[in-house]
């Protein structure tokens, strides 16, 4: 048996393909060479699996995406109330590059655009800027979960035109918000934004965040939970630029844009998710890459406004058990089925296939399905059939049946668990 999870997000990835608006970032020289055609997505639970789509082993610079793992940097180095004194959280609602500073402090308005992403790599602790850029990389990789790479061309590329950023830096030394070369700060950012990632590597990056502070596969953590809250909640407000209202009431999630082409999301407590594709809308995001994660925010049930409780593990028991004759493997679920729980589910099934032909699963304490757990749950249905199983419910309030696979079958389904003990193997 093979998870369903691929098979879907090359459904997200297909249902995008057709969108050739927006275009590439043709001021950054290594930027306008990229291939507008590129699309990739990945999704990291807090327990580590990661499934991808698309062209997903790509590797592309983290640009802006780099922002909100600075400034958790940044906190945990200096503390929160010192670096609020050299960054502000408001919305600035003007483009990432603008010089959005405010009235008599001259703080950046938050760190999610360039002036406040220059403050706050400005206060990484470090002995010299090498240090400074050394400790960024280090703890980018961290979270990645492996030694990530710079992309030395691409760096000289943006340090070429950035007479901008070089400007906000001035800007900010000369109001006190740094207090070292502006030239090195600014230099410093471009180096972050310039290291190489690939969609698993931020999805792994946002489930982190997802996790708490500790990053999924390795298990360390890297930030404290209150970092988090705060890193997540500017990401909310601040971390798709002017775009951030719409951004929240359509997809609803904290998220981070980068004009690679990149966005990040995180979804606390069950996944970190990343999409990539290079055209660029009228704010700086990704065009393919907004609609994925609009179609994954109104699949999965994503937006943090609704009024849905917190995912679970949706397996309560694996057991065997006798129904007429022969061996059962019953899995029983508990809670509610969304795209965490029921994937947990499904990956159990995949790393230890039932050795039964009968395989039961028991709804009886299953609260509600979201829409893409159902479809989850058919296609998964659909090949442990294909596999030789015969798959039954025990599903008393129709929480799931009748679940229709594509040939046209259903499962069977009864009202409990005795009645298939008792009556035998349907």
């Given at each position: 048996?093979?998870?369903?999870?691929?098979?879907?997000?090359?459904?997200?990835?297909?249902?995008?393909?057709?969108?050739?608006?927006?275009?590439?970032?043709?001021?950054?020289?290594?930027?306008?060479?990229?291939?507008?055609?590129?699309?990739?997505?990945?999704?990291?639970?807090?327990?580590?699996?990661?499934?991808?789509?698309?062209?997903?082993?790509?590797?592309?610079?983290?640009?802006?995406?780099?922002?909100?793992?600075?400034?958790?940097?940044?906190?945990?180095?200096?503390?929160?109330?010192?670096?609020?004194?050299?960054?502000?959280?408001?919305?600035?609602?003007?483009?990432?590059?603008?010089?959005?500073?405010?009235?008599?402090?001259?703080?950046?308005?938050?760190?999610?655009?360039?002036?406040?992403?220059?403050?706050?790599?400005?206060?990484?602790?470090?002995?010299?800027?090498?240090?400074?850029?050394?400790?960024?990389?280090?703890?980018?990789?961290?979270?990645?979960?492996?030694?990530?790479?710079?992309?030395?061309?691409?760096?000289?590329?943006?340090?070429?035109?950035?007479?901008?950023?070089?400007?906000?830096?001035?800007?900010?030394?000369?109001?006190?918000?740094?207090?070292?070369?502006?030239?090195?700060?600014?230099?410093?950012?471009?180096?972050?934004?310039?290291?190489?990632?690939?969609?698993?590597?931020?999805?792994?990056?946002?489930?982190?965040?997802?996790?708490?502070?500790?990053?999924?596969?390795?298990?360390?953590?890297?930030?404290?939970?209150?970092?988090?809250?705060?890193?997540?909640?500017?990401?909310?407000?601040?971390?798709?630029?002017?775009?951030?209202?719409?951004?929240?009431?359509?997809?609803?999630?904290?998220?981070?844009?980068?004009?690679?082409?990149?966005?990040?999301?995180?979804?606390?407590?069950?996944?970190?998710?990343?999409?990539f594709s290079p055209r660029l809308d009228s704010h700086g995001n990704s065009v393919r890459g907004v609609a994925m994660m609009e179609r994954l925010s109104?699949?999965?049930?994503?937006?943090?406004?609704?009024?849905?409780?917190?995912?679970?593990?949706?397996?309560?028991?694996?057991?065997?058990?006798?129904?007429?004759?022969?061996?059962?493997?019953?899995?029983?679920?508990?809670?509610?089925?969304?795209?965490?729980?029921?994937?947990?589910?499904?990956?159990?099934?995949?790393?230890?296939?039932?050795?039964?032909?009968?395989?039961?699963?028991?709804?009886?304490?299953?609260?509600?399905?979201?829409?893409v757990a159902r479809r989850m749950s058919i296609a998964a249905t659909e090949r442990l059939k294909a596999d030789g199983k015969r798959v039954v419910l025990?599903?008393?309030?129709?929480?799931?049946?009748?679940?229709?696979?594509?040939?046209?079958?259903?499962?069977?389904?009864?009202?409990?668990?005795?009645?298939?003990?008792?009556g035998g193997s349907p």
């Amino acid at each position: 048996m093979k998870s369903p999870v691929p098979d879907y997000l090359q459904a997200v990835i297909d249902s995008v393909r057709s969108l050739t608006g927006g275009a590439v970032a043709d001021y950054i020289p290594e930027l306008a060479g990229a291939n507008p055609e590129r699309l990739a997505i990945a999704i990291a639970t807090v327990e580590g699996a990661v499934y991808v789509a698309g062209d997903s082993k790509e590797r592309f610079s983290i640009q802006s995406m780099s922002k909100p793992f600075t400034y958790a940097l940044a906190i945990a180095d200096r503390g929160l109330a010192e670096v609020a004194q050299h960054i502000d959280v408001e919305p600035s609602g003007e483009a990432f590059n603008e010089i959005s500073l405010e009235t008599g402090t001259g703080r950046p308005r938050n760190p999610m655009i360039n002036a406040g992403a220059i403050a706050a790599h400005s206060l990484i602790a470090a002995d010299s800027a090498a240090q400074r850029d050394a400790r960024v990389h280090d703890f980018y990789s961290r979270f990645a979960g492996r030694e990530l790479a710079l992309d030395a061309e691409l760096m000289q590329s943006e340090q070429s035109t950035g007479d901008r950023n070089l400007a906000l830096g001035h800007l900010l030394k000369s109001f006190g918000v740094i207090d070292q070369d502006p030239v090195a700060a600014v230099n410093g950012y471009i180096r972050q934004c310039s290291l190489t990632v690939d969609v698993a590597d931020l999805a792994l990056m946002a489930a982190t965040l997802a996790n708490g502070g500790v990053q999924p596969v390795t298990g360390e953590r890297l930030v404290d939970p209150l970092i988090v809250r705060q890193v997540l909640s500017v990401m909310t407000t601040c971390g798709m630029y002017d775009a951030a209202g719409d951004w929240l009431t359509t997809v609803g999630i904290p998220a981070k844009s980068g004009v690679s082409g990149g966005i990040i999301g995180v979804l606390p407590g069950q996944v970190g998710i990343a999409v990539f594709s290079p055209r660029l809308d009228s704010h700086g995001n990704s065009v393919r890459g907004v609609a994925m994660m609009e179609r994954l925010s109104r699949d999965m049930n994503l937006h943090i406004m609704d009024a849905a409780r917190p995912a679970r593990s949706a397996m309560r028991s694996r057991r065997r058990v006798r129904a007429g004759g022969e061996n059962a493997t019953v899995f029983e679920l508990q809670g509610d089925l969304v795209f965490v729980s029921t994937e947990a589910l499904i990956r159990n099934a995949v790393d230890n296939p039932p050795d039964t032909e009968l395989v039961v699963f028991d709804l009886s304490r299953v609260d509600e399905i979201t829409d893409v757990a159902r479809r989850m749950s058919i296609a998964a249905t659909e090949r442990l059939k294909a596999d030789g199983k015969r798959v039954v419910l025990v599903d008393p309030r129709k929480i799931i049946a009748p679940l229709t696979l594509p040939d046209g079958t259903s499962p069977a389904t009864l009202d409990s668990l005795e009645e298939l003990e008792a009556g035998g193997s349907p």
